[in-house]
């Protein structure tokens, strides 16, 4: 997935802020949206994004729900 990522960062606009899809795109799926998000964390932990927004749905504590919402500024 991380191909698909690099294709959303890529694809944003910088500085602006981008909301990961949904319906009707390749990330319908809960897991792929998950591992997608995931994804952008580490270019986020690269320096190349900062996370404006994310929302985990699921039980438990911090980390462990599955990634549901997430929004991105590209900064580079």
Do not use: C, Y
């Not at 190349?48 to 929302?55: A, K, V």
């Amino acid at each position: 997935m991380k191909s698909f990522a690099m294709s959303m960062f890529l694809d944003s606009e910088l500085g602006a802020e981008t909301e990961l899809p949904h319906a009707g795109s390749a990330l319908e799926h809960p897991l792929v949206f998950d591992r997608v998000a995931r994804d952008l964390r580490e270019l986020a932990a690269q320096g190349r994004l900062e996370i404006t927004h994310e929302h985990q749905n699921g039980p438990g504590g911090e980390g462990d729900g599955l990634i549901d919402q997430l929004r991105f500024r590209r900064l580079h």
